[in-house]
């Protein structure tokens, strides 16, 4: 809608009926369309899981989400996962409940998903939950929250999954999330109820996994629970400070860990040969209420984490040095939202996206990429608890956006043009 502070106008394409300043404003009146460049048009993918859809959203020149349109998750089943091959040709959802994965080719020039001959794919492990692919496109890599580490091959061409021999890797208790390294060499991932990091090494001609020397490491937090509230929150005491999420630095030198019960944030330093892991000095470190999801932004300069009882990303800066973080002015940013989940970035790293679960909206915040501050932009209502948000290149003519709008002042009808640059509306007549 209108912020009738500021004059600023974001609903786009459509007939509305608002106050802006004084103005009745009542038709849009003239549209402009622009083309977007082959490699910049984008498109983005949320899953949704109380109501199990699947949700398309449009990119405009601006980073702004448009809907545009949704179906059924996999099966049907509660999804938790989604995710964009490196190629940009395909998107993979994940449903806990049925254990399928479902693959999906992407019309790099509508937007359009169709699911591939044979999918959704039996996952072979109960509960999968997150998505990891290897840099080569060759492989893909799931949490089974109950089952450890799946790995299938990725054929580049029909989009299907093979099971790599060996899986599923063991893994500790309630692994939640995963990330493979940089280099494509490591795998981690973290075990919320064991309070460990597992960690594996790649085999680059067959994806397979080996465990690597001294893992599991310990996440960094011990974090005392106390044994009635363990029992209520159904964490075992073992648990500590229960690791979420991970995240590699785009350096690979640096592992990022979110401890959601105690509150903090891990750094871990990685082995370039070995890819071991070797807390730095001075972490864990204190960050807001129930972290949840942590991400690198491209520049490898800042970090941010969301926070899910604060409904705020806290944001860091990055010395690519030492791997020390400092907060960014500023944070923690509100996110318009409750229970944020998941943080994802644009490639240009100009444009944040954070899905809330529990709003039902996906924040759309503008990064100032010299000093890592965000801007909340706007929230994009979308369907019932967003769990996971991915983004794939494109093709194809951006939509129709309103520049110019009739208004009525009193009795009399006025013309208002909408700047390019920040929105907001000038009176022409």
């Not at 949704?48 to 448009?66: H, P, T």
């Not at 997150?130 to 990725?154: K, N, Q, T, W």
């Not at 030198?253 to 082995?271: A, G, K, M, P, Q």
Request: proline share 8%; net charge neutral; charged share 15%.
């Amino acid at each position: 809608m209108i912020d009738v502070s500021t004059g600023i106008f974001p609903t786009r394409g459509r007939e509305v009926r608002m106050i802006c300043r004084g103005y009745m404003v009542v038709l849009l009146l003239l549209l402009a369309g622009t083309t977007f460049a082959a490699d910049t048009a984008r498109y983005a993918f949320t899953v949704n899981s109380f109501d199990k859809s699947l949700v398309g959203y449009r990119l405009d020149a601006n980073g702004m989400l448009r809907v545009d349109g949704h179906q059924p998750a996999p099966a049907s089943s509660f999804p938790t996962a989604v995710g964009v091959h490196p190629s940009g040709r395909f998107v993979l959802v994940t449903t806990k409940s049925v254990g399928r994965i479902g693959v999906y080719r992407l019309d790099s020039g509508s937007g359009m998903l169709t699911q591939v001959p044979g999918s959704p794919f039996p996952s072979v492990g109960r509960s999968p939950f997150f998505i990891a692919f290897h840099p080569s496109g060759r492989y893909v890599y799931f949490v089974c929250r109950f089952d450890g580490i799946l790995a299938f091959a990725f054929d580049p061409d029909s989009g299907a999954l093979s099971p790599i021999d060996g899986m599923p890797y063991p893994s500790g208790k309630r692994t939640r999330s995963l990330v493979v390294h940089p280099s494509g060499r490591f795998l981690y991932a973290s075990n919320a109820y064991s309070n460990t990091i597992s960690a594996y090494a790649i085999d680059p001609a067959t994806g397979k996994l080996a465990e690597l020397d001294g893992e599991p490491f310990p996440a960094g937090d011990t974090f005392p629970i106390d044994t009635q509230l363990a029992a209520l929150a159904k964490f075992p005491v073992s648990a500590g400070g229960v690791p979420y999420y991970v995240a590699v630095h785009p350096s690979g030198r640096f592992l990022y860990v979110t401890n959601w019960l105690s509150s903090s944030l891990s750094v871990f330093r990685i082995d370039p040969d070995s890819g071991a892991l070797s807390l730095l000095d001075g972490f864990p470190q204190t960050t807001g209420i129930n972290p949840y999801a942590v991400a690198v932004h491209p520049s490898g300069q800042f970090l941010y984490v969301t926070n899910w009882d604060d409904n705020a990303l806290w944001g860091y800066r990055v010395d690519s040095a030492s791997g020390g973080l400092t907060l960014v002015p500023g944070s923690p940013f509100a996110v318009g939202g409750a229970a944020p989940v998941a943080v994802t970035f644009d490639p240009s790293g100009q444009y944040a996206y954070v899905p809330n679960y529990h709003s039902n909206n996906v924040s759309v915040f503008d990064v100032d990429v010299t000093s890592g501050v965000l801007s909340l932009r706007d929230t994009v209502q979308t369907r019932s608890g967003p769990w996971s948000l991915a983004l794939a290149p494109g093709q194809g003519a951006e939509l129709p956006t309103a520049r110019h709008v009739f208004g009525l002042s009193g009795k009399e009808l006025v013309l208002l043009s909408q700047s390019t640059s920040d929105g907001k509306l000038k009176r022409l007549t």
